[in-house]
């Protein structure tokens, strides 16, 4: 998922990004002064009967999310694809906003609209869009990806048959793209259900806004400490996410075998559907597919057609003329001027706080620091061995595979709740429950990458290393640990993106109508949150960005140069 | 002449493409000129880097060249030149659609009305002998099936200018044999619409056996190095004396005549008149000794040494050449002759033959220059890096990799240098810390 490119023009394009979304972020803290004065509570009844309505709400909220991410992915991704300057500053940004979870501002925005549209509509959106920060990324990097890595000669072909550009999207750049797109929307609907209960329970400013939804109705719950309805309401979360993968993303992917670019038929790895086969043979389907989709899909196709037509085909290779780099400059040059003044307005917002406030800041984040380390370290402790017991034993595989699966898609955040009503009492309680969520958060990712790459070890090395009797840990010292050095560091690259994400909710819990805290950089941005600190909000959001963004770029992509480089199996 | 009777279809002009980075300039095309008539098929031949299919990219208006114009039919070319088709090495199909669908699809592109598309597509799978495979995958298909749907696809559109990107490389020996056949026969008979058709190859034998003419291009910068106009009748027998003399013409072209020492050897970068430095073929030592062996045994010819091992003619080139750097071998009019060093190393055994090759290699400038720059080194040790960046002045990023690589090798070989791939280190063996 994530890219390691060393083009020169990249490190300081990278500064300058960050540079501009913190300075967008303090736009953002400065517009969150005229969030509206009455703040918007539905009532969140725990009667068992309104559970169903409930989780409709949150699907349907879930749902528009993830058609705005698709939307907003192909459209991101195909400009990042296509023009190399905007390449330069879109993926930096990208990347700073898959590894911080700095867009819990924007229902600022939408809330600071209410002038014009209603409160209700408003909080509305604002949960929807902050359900799109969780959903979003991950697709357009997939999308970007695969618009990047169309072999050369499709592309040709396309342009010396003179597709249109619909003809492209539809015949070459979507069948291309499309099963990297199902799996992100998976992974998208997981890290949705992750953040839905801070989606539909959110605070801006001293005000805290609650949506009627499943997430708002485990909180509620655990907060009363009403056990029956939080393990109901974890219950029903579960068999929605199990039918959704059963009755949706399954049949998907079985249909969707028929894009895979292989030349070579194989039966590895392919994605199997019970459900798929039913669906092609249900005469109410086809009726449905003959009577009305085709139709509608002609009709579209028609439309997109005409739209593209009109465009005369362009050379693949178009060189930038002198006019352009005139445009670039002027346009550049104002673009850093804009930069400049809000830089120096930020830093005399920032300028504010007193200097206990800023050591505080750097002890919190040594706090979440050590705890997404420990939460990582427990997390490859259990990932490693039982990855290699699946991942190399066939008879682990077929009883543990669907288990992990299952647990694998309940969302951390659900449980959570049920953590903090039993480990509150205890010391340190709440330090234990941010860690169990961080690992319950990032552990999976890790497991799956370990088995990927167990798989992966070539059989004839397996019977070289036992003819050469080697012992036990000999073994694991020189074939499967190097083996899964890359994948591991794959996984653990977006687990410790997921852990710092994780922090906010973590860190700061509202219980009983009473607020925990432990020290931490999420406890901290949840805390001046609830304050309406905006300054300190600030000050430790960028942190936060800034800790992330150095790890990523001298820790992570170091170890994933090395792992691609020397590790790789070939 | 009967040429000019022909009308003129497409008329390269003075074309080059540069490449500009911060660093140097790389010129991939240097003044192109190339005409080409109706009913013409003409091979454009050259070794991989020579910018065959650039050009061929440029002339189908995929790829804008930084100097020069395409003209086609007394117009400039601007954009894709929608009478002009490509067939690809790699077949690009569209591997989500059937056979047929990939053939409608250029139709569609085309807005021709559905049953038409189909009528047509049915039609042309046919001719090519596919006819009841239209609803099959690509990945279903053999190569030269696949390149049959290639065919097809390229014919649809009903191009004036079929291109052809060594679309029978891909394929076994068998399949490219009888594809071959098949698109002699489709073009002799006039069952294709196109007026003229431009192939890119690397096969000598290949371009030999369908073209009328063939442009020999070679690289470093990519030029024309010769025309050759056929004067052979179809069907062509390559066993035929005709057919041989029409095959060494071009391998003395392409392998030309060694030059001074002083010219082969080349230089070395940073020497005054830089530039100059020969780009070291990237063929292993013990590949060197075993084809002047055979070619001190067998035959002389280049083009017999190519056919009898049964390596391709590129690898042939670069075999020779690398002799010739070496001064085991030279070569006049297509044959080859081994120096008595040469024949010294053919016959030494294997701790000989590194001595020999020692001894020699040390002689060439660019090797010199490493090795200079290694004794000069604190630790007698330097950076891949190192050597890689001067490099990389003279000669593209790839192409410097590649030249840094040779040199390793060779290194090793005459246990001159080490080398440790984990910090990428070269290091001066302990024998040769003195010159």
Redesign the interface.
């Known amino acids: 998922m994530k890219r390691t490119k060393g083009h020169p023009f990249e490190k300081w394009a990278n500064w300058i990004v960050l540079l501009l979304v913190a300075v967008i972020l303090f736009a953002l803290v400065k517009l969150a002064y005229y969030t509206p004065v009455a703040a918007k509570k539905a009532p969140v009844s725990l009667a068992l009967h309104y559970i169903p309505y409930y989780a409709w709400r949150s699907i349907i909220r879930m749902f528009l999310a993830y058609v705005l991410s698709i939307v907003f992915s192909l459209i991101y991704g195909y400009a990042a694809a296509r023009s190399k300057v905007a390449e330069k500053i879109m993926l930096p940004i990208l990347d700073v906003l898959q590894s911080v979870p700095i867009l819990s501002f924007l229902p600022v925005i939408v809330l600071s609209l209410t002038a014009f549209i209603p409160v209700g509509v408003a909080v509305e959106i604002a949960s929807v869009l902050l359900i799109f920060t969780s959903q979003a990324w991950n697709l357009t990097f997939s999308w970007y990806q695969s618009m990047t890595t169309i ?1 050369k ?2 592309r ?2 396309s ?6 550009s619909w ?1 492209q999207f539809k ?2 750049e979507l ?1 291309f793209g499309f099963v990297s797109l199902i799996w992100n929307s998976i992974m998208s609907w997981a890290g949705g259900w992750f953040f839905l209960i801070a989606a539909e329970i959110f605070t801006v400013g001293q005000k805290q806004f609650q949506l009627v939804g499943l997430g708002s109705y485990l909180q509620e719950a655990a907060s009363q400490g009403n056990l029956v309805a939080l393990f109901t309401g974890v219950g029903v979360l579960i068999v929605i996410i199990i039918l959704l993968d059963q009755f949706i993303w399954r049949p998907l992917l079985a249909w969707a075998q ?8 194989s039966n590895d790895n392919e994605a199997t559907s019970w459900f798929y086969p039913v669906l092609r043979q249900s005469s109410f389907i086809l009726k449905f597919e003959k009577n009305i989709l085709t139709p509608v899909v002609g009709v579209l196709d028609k439309f997109f057609n005409k739209m593209a ?1 009109g465009k ?8 930038d003329t002198k006019l352009n780099l005139k445009t670039y400059i002027v346009i550049g040059s104002v673009f850093l001027l804009f930069l400049l003044f809000g830089a120096q307005r930020m830093v005399a917002y920032l300028s504010h706080i007193s200097l206990h406030n800023y050591l505080r800041i750097l002890e919190s984040a040594g706090a979440t620091l050590l705890r997404v380390f420990v939460s990582l370290a427990i997390s490859l402790l259990w990932t490693i061995p039982v990855g290699v017991l699946i991942g190399s034993n066939k008879r682990a595989a077929t009883v543990l595979q669907p288990l992990v699966q299952i647990a694998a898609s309940v969302p951390a955040t659900a449980l959570f709740p049920i953590l903090v009503f039993y480990l509150l009492s205890i010391p340190f309680g709440l330090n234990i429950a941010a860690i169990v969520l961080m690992v319950l958060g990032t552990q999976w990712y890790l497991l799956f990458n370990v088995i990927a790459g167990v798989v992966t070890i070539p059989q004839d090395l397996r019977y070289t290393a036992s003819l050469m009797r080697l012992k036990k840990w000999n073994y694991w010292k020189t074939l499967i640990l190097p083996a899964l050095f890359p994948f591991i560091i794959t996984g653990a690259i977006t687990a410790s993106g997921g852990a710092w994400n994780a922090s906010v909710i973590a860190e700061y819990v509202s219980f009983h109508g009473k607020n925990y805290s432990t020290v931490g950089l999420g406890s901290l941005i949840a805390e001046s949150t609830g304050n309406g600190d905006y300054a300190m909000l600030l000050a430790s959001t960028l942190t936060m960005i800034i800790i992330v963004t150095l790890i990523n770029r001298f820790g992570w992509r170091k170890l994933y140069a090395i792992a691609k480089e ?1 590790y790789k199996m070939e | 002449m009967e040429i000019a009777e022909k009308p003129k279809i497409l008329e390269v002009s003075d074309i080059s493409q540069v490449y500009l980075t911060r660093q140097y300039r790389y010129t991939a095309l240097k003044h192109i000129n190339l005409t080409l008539n109706e009913g013409d098929f003409v091979a454009l031949l050259g070794p991989s880097g020579c910018g065959k299919s650039t050009l061929l ?1 440029i002339i ?5 060249p930084t100097m020069g114009q395409v003209i086609y039919k007394g117009e400039q070319l601007k ?2 030149n ?1 009478n ?3 067939v ?5 199909l ?4 059937t056979v047929q669908e990939n053939v409608e ?2 139709l ?4 021709l009305p559905k049953n038409m598309r189909t009528q047509r597509a049915l039609d042309l799978l046919d001719r090519v002998g596919l006819g009841g495979f239209e609803s099959a ?4 298909l053999s190569g030269g099936m696949r390149q049959k749907v290639g065919f097809a ?1 390229a014919m649809a ?1 009903e191009p004036e200018l079929l291109c052809l990107d060594e679309p029978f490389s891909a394929l076994d020996v068998l399949s490219a044999e009888s594809l071959r056949g098949d698109l002699l026969e489709l073009w002799m008979e006039g069952k294709i619409p196109c007026k003229a058709i431009l192939m890119v190859t690397h096969n000598i034998e290949e371009a030999v056996t369908l073209a009328d003419r063939i442009v020999v291009m070679e690289k470093d910068p990519g030029r024309v190095a010769k025309e050759i106009k056929l004067d052979l009748k179809h069907p062509r027998d390559p066993k035929s004396p005709a057919f041989q003399r029409y095959m060494d013409e071009i391998y003395e072209a392409l392998a030309g005549k060694t030059k001074a020492r002083i010219v082969e050897a080349g230089g070395a970068p940073g020497e005054a008149g830089g530039g100059n430095i020969r780009i070291i073929p990237h063929v292993s030592v013990n590949t060197i000794a075993t084809f002047l062996e055979y070619a001190s045994t067998h035959a002389a010819d280049i083009y017999k040494i190519a056919d009898e091992v049964g390596i391709d003619a590129e690898e042939t080139i670069n075999l020779t050449e690398a002799s010739e750097i070496l001064g085991f071998a030279t070569v006049d009019k297509g044959d080859i002759t081994i120096t008595p060093v040469g024949k010294e190393f053919v016959d030494a055994d294997i701790l000989e033959r590194k001595e020999i090759f020692a001894k020699v290699v040390v002689e060439l400038p660019i090797f010199k220059w490493m090795l200079s720059l290694l004794r000069k080194s604190a630790k007698k040790r330097l950076h891949k890096e190192i050597i890689l960046g001067a490099l990389e002045l003279e000669f593209p990023e790839h192409q410097a990799n590649i030249l840094t690589q040779t040199l390793i090798n060779w290194g090793r070989y005459a246990e001159l240098v080490a080398y440790d791939d ?1 910090n990428e280190m070269i290091y001066l063996e302990s024998h040769t810390v003195t010159p």
């Open positions: 072999p000669e499709l040709e072909a342009k010396i048959f003179t597709l249109n003809l015949k070459l069948p028929k894009f895979n670019l292989e030349m070579v038929s037509s005369k085909v362009q050379p693949i290779v178009e060189e020397k | 990219r189908t208006g995929l790829q804008r954009g894709i929608e002009a088709t490509i690809f090495q790699t077949f690009a569209f591997p989500w659609l699809l250029a569609e592109a085309r807005s995958y690509p990945r279903e696809r559109v984990n």
